[in-house]
């Protein structure tokens, strides 16, 4: 009996730890995307991260059309995976987060932009976008810090 009022309280206390920490944050969906991506494919790696919102139902051709192109960057196109690394973080407030990777394909890199935002006490994707204009970017960057050299 003694042992059970000891359990209660334990149980009790890590139940409410999980509600009040188990949330995932940005970084615990984005790792949980990336691990998936690279076990089992684009197309379930963004089932996991759609998930996470319960509006994206109303979008379901918009997702199924960003799962084929995204597993349209397979080796035959962008060559080898190596990789990915944070580009930047951006935070508006405590509720909404852009985060931007880079992609490290044998080929050319492609970046992954994801957005959360927490609406109460759970974050969800806002919008996911890939692109391959880092070194448009670049290179832009490189212009506008050389004109502001001069000064």
Not at 58 to 74: C, P, Y
Not at 103 to 110: A, E, G, H, S
Not at 133 to 140: G, S, V
């Amino acid at each position: 009996m003694n042992f059970i009022k000891q359990i209660i309280p334990t149980v009790f206390f890590l139940w409410f730890s999980s509600l009040t920490y188990g949330q995932s944050s940005p970084d615990q969906i984005v790792n949980g995307f990336f691990e998936t991506f690279v076990k089992k494919g684009a197309s379930e790696a963004l089932d996991g991260l759609y998930e996470t919102n319960p509006w994206v139902e109303r979008n379901v051709d918009a997702v199924t059309k960003l799962k084929n192109e995204i597993e349209g960057l397979n080796e035959d196109f962008v060559g080898k995976y190596y990789g990915y690394e944070l580009i930047t973080e951006k935070k508006i407030s405590d509720s909404f987060v852009l985060q931007s990777y880079i992609i490290r394909y044998d080929r050319q890199p492609i970046r992954f932009t994801f957005q959360f935002y927490k609406p109460n006490i759970e974050w969800r994707l806002f919008s996911f976008k890939y692109d391959a204009n880092l070194d448009d970017e670049l290179e832009e960057s490189a212009k506008i810090y050389y004109l502001n050299y001069g000064e």
